[in-house]
């Protein structure tokens, strides 16, 4: 019986162990995460979504605060329009973000950057230009493109020197999104290092409507790419993910044409990971009906996640002065119209419900939109529960070891902590 180990993820003529942890924002997949990644041989993400945020983190920096001051005479007004993003500052902070992580990386693994197109900022084109060129400054090992079909984004990086040089990729979840894709950077005579299929039992943001996502399966989808690419005579690595719990799942998908896998869930309950040890636990808790997918993300994308998470009716007020980062090129958000319906609709309550949308900026920030993979019910099973009811939480490496080396969908348990 194979293992993941029996494969390798070859790129740009380097062989990699076929495991890369997808990059989940806001400071989810953490540095340390994918660092790990790339010290035991695979692919890590960092996300650069809210990168301003994660910077003053991280590293003290004032960005969000100077931007609040900066729109503090807008905070009460409705329209939002007047949010703009420093451009400079957001490269910079960007290039912090990255930099450090770069400096720290040891291994022979890679790391790459998860850039969401729907991170539209006020300024789709520019922002994300900014953020591009920035992450290729900071040496990342290569970038993958998701939340969109990101037609205009290669155009965007062809400048840069490293254009060429770094390793470039994206997620799509069909085959039509991918035909898209390559027919646009065709004219630029550069092809994708890498595609990443996601399925419909990802987390977060998913590439399917919000009433249709549970007719698609992985499976059929990385097969119908499959005969595309051949009938193509395109060779580009193709990684299946969503939905890849175990590493004889990874295999199933490898013995029929994979390149790797892209996983998460089992990622989210690690030290290593960013949310909250509370939240972890959260994740731990919860069973399968406690898991749902509804269209309250102002992006227009369903989402997974606990319908336990705390985003889903709150009505706080817009945060767009410190955040916005998803303002259109406008300066409209999908929440903001909502949120503005209900002050209007009750004129006398001190706080709104919105049940509809979220403000997704801020709650992704205080880590209280608990996005989550379809089988994180399955997570209770991967560790030991302690004396106090509560899950003893795993390590990166213990995880993706499981994951390279279990055979007949075994999952191995820590040692048991004292």
């Not at 060429?164 to 550069?190: E, H, M, N, W």
């Not at 890849?244 to 030290?271: K, N, P, S, Y």
């Not at 945060?319 to 916005?324: L, Q, V």
Request: proline content about 3%; hydrophobic content about 40%.
């Amino acid at each position: 019986m194979k293992r993941v180990d029996d494969f390798r993820l070859r790129l740009g003529g380097k062989e990699y162990v076929p495991i890369m942890i997808g990059g989940m924002g806001v400071d989810i997949s953490t540095s340390e995460l994918a660092l790990e990644a790339a010290r035991l041989g695979g692919i890590g993400h960092i996300s650069d979504a809210m990168v301003p945020d994660v910077s003053d983190r991280k590293f003290d920096t004032t960005f969000v605060k100077d931007k609040t001051k900066a729109y503090k005479f807008n905070i009460n007004n409705m329209d939002k329009s007047v949010v703009k993003f420093d451009l400079d500052r957001l490269a910079e902070a960007q290039r912090l973000h990255i930099g450090a992580t770069m400096e720290a990386k040891k291994g022979n693994g890679l790391v790459f950057v998860n850039c969401m197109e729907k991170l539209t900022m006020n300024g789709p084109k520019e922002t994300l230009q900014a953020r591009l060129m920035a992450a290729l400054d900071a040496g990342i090992d290569g970038i993958t493109l998701s939340a969109g079909l990101h037609l205009g984004s290669f155009a965007l990086m062809a400048d840069h020197p490293r254009f060429r040089d770094a390793k470039l990729g994206i997620i799509v979840s069909s085959v039509r999104a991918l035909q898209l894709f390559l027919r646009k950077v065709s004219k630029l005579d550069r092809a994708p290092d890498y595609i990443i299929v996601e399925g419909p039992l990802a987390g977060g943001h998913l590439g399917f409507g919000l009433e249709d996502w549970k007719d698609y399966d992985l499976h059929t989808i990385m097969d119908e790419i499959h005969a595309f690419m051949k009938a193509e005579q395109l060779d580009i690595p193709v990684l299946a993910a969503g939905g890849v719990f175990t590493g004889t799942d990874a295999v199933e998908f490898m013995e029929r044409g994979a390149a790797g896998v892209q996983v998460a869930t089992r990622f989210t309950v690690t030290h290593e990971c960013g949310l909250p040890d509370e939240v972890k636990q959260e994740y731990f808790r919860a069973s399968e009906a406690d898991i749902l997918v509804n269209g309250v993300s102002p992006t227009g994308y369903p989402m997974r996640m606990l319908k336990s998470t705390p985003a889903i009716g709150s009505g706080i007020r817009p945060g767009c002065e410190s955040y916005g980062y998803l303002l259109d090129a406008t300066g409209n958000c999908a929440y903001i119209n909502s949120y503005n319906r209900e002050v209007l609709a009750n004129p006398d309550a001190k706080q709104v419900v919105v049940m509809d949308k979220t403000c997704l900026c801020t709650h992704m920030r205080n880590f209280n939109c608990w996005t989550c993979g379809h089988y994180t019910y399955r997570l209770k099973d991967t560790t030991h529960k302690k004396a106090d009811g509560s899950y003893q939480l795993l390590s990166a490496q213990h995880v993706f070891e499981d994951y390279q080396f279990s055979v007949d969908h075994q999952i191995a348990l820590p040692a048991r902590e004292e």
